[in-house]
């Protein structure tokens, strides 16, 4: 029997988010989870934008760093992501989303993956025999993975299986055609990975994971069995859930199971939502560069050489400015003027403008 907890947030005031994320670790029996002194907390970082739903929520990082230092006061704690493979974002992008502020507050080391020294280690995938992964994640005795849930251009949906990418710093990119596997692979080495506290405060939908609608949900899933979580969340969302790849990939790896799975907090709020399902083929970044890596000799061309960096800054500059400023601002400003949430990102926002 695998447990996933769902709380929903019913009480919209500041400080509610934080308790209801204690009371979904409390509930999942997490501490059971945790061993040795050294924890790494892996977020979402993606985005040095701020669009609520594309980075881990910060009142939600606030009460997961929070109950760690409370149920573990001595422990070594760090907390990071990586740059993705278009753009160099995470930096800013933790200034910008507080997560370094909140790094600070806990005693926190922040780190950047990709700024890391790295150790080959064996995956034993199907794909990734071997990999060079940052040295502190080996390091480490416990991860706890602290994802938001959102749909996703590429594998439908992104949660706690997909959150693991973001461990493999420095060429990940190069394996979008085989994807769901390599998810799998990954998953089924950082079996340390102990525990989950998925962000479903504002979710994503449509074109996501960067270029997606902000949607609230209100919501704070939780467990230690990912595959449970991540097929839990596509039912939510209102995918086929059994169709979701890295899912079915992930469970004959071992990773998790899909069955007999156990929903326990508010059971009776759990329904089935009908989210806008990514379109690949009109986000164009995620078009062209699927229909050229097709194209073996075209692949070997853009993807394999430094011309590589060009196509990168198209689609940074894609995301940072067109979408950005003709969606991302947009999203931005209904989620300030409709919803609570303004409390947690008004002050960031006028900080964005601030940091270079």
Avoid at 232 to 238: D, I, P, R, W
Wanted: net charge positive; proline share 4%.
């Amino acid at each position: 029997m695998s447990d996933v907890v769902f709380l929903k947030i019913k009480k919209h005031e500041v400080g509610e988010v934080q308790r209801i994320v204690h009371k979904a670790m409390d509930v999942g029996e997490y501490k059971k989870y945790i061993h040795g002194p050294k924890i790494f907390v892996k977020i979402n970082g993606i985005s040095d934008q701020l669009v609520p739903g594309q980075c881990s929520s910060p009142w939600v990082v606030d009460g997961v760093l929070s109950k760690l230092r409370q149920d573990f006061p001595d422990a070594e704690i760090y907390m990071g992501d990586a740059n993705l493979a278009a753009a160099e974002q995470l930096n800013r992008a933790s200034q910008i989303w507080g997560h370094r502020d909140l790094a600070k507050k806990y005693n926190v080391t922040f780190v950047n993956l990709s700024e890391q020294p790295t150790v080959e280690v064996d995956v034993g995938g199907k794909i990734f025999k071997k990999l060079p992964l940052p040295k502190i994640l080996v390091d480490v005795d416990t991860i706890l993975n602290v994802p938001v849930a959102k749909t996703h251009c590429l594998t439908d949906i992104t949660c706690t299986l997909k959150n693991h990418w973001g461990m493999v710093p420095r060429f990940r990119h190069q394996y979008h055609l085989v994807a769901d596997q390599c998810i799998a692979d990954i998953n089924f080495y950082f079996k340390k990975t102990a525990f989950n506290v998925v962000d479903g405060t504002i979710m994503m939908e449509g074109n996501a994971p960067r270029t997606g609608i902000p949607r609230v949900e209100d919501v704070i899933i939780a467990g230690a069995d990912r595959v449970a979580i991540d097929y839990t969340v596509a039912k939510y969302m209102g995918f086929d859930a059994d169709k979701v790849g890295h899912i079915a990939r992930a469970e004959e790896m071992g990773v998790g199971s899909r069955k007999n799975i156990r929903l326990i907090g508010d059971v009776n709020d759990f329904k089935i939502q009908n989210f806008k399902k990514p379109e690949p083929d009109k986000q164009p970044i995620f078009f062209w560069e699927m229909h050229l890596r097709k194209v073996p000799v075209v692949k070997q061309i853009i993807f394999d050489t430094p011309i590589f960096r060009i196509f990168s800054e198209i689609a940074t500059l894609y995301n940072t400015k067109v979408w950005y400023n003709i969606h991302g601002k947009k999203y931005t400003k209904q989620i300030l003027e409709t919803s609570w949430y303004r409390a947690e990102f008004e002050d960031l926002v006028k900080r964005e403008s601030e940091i270079k």
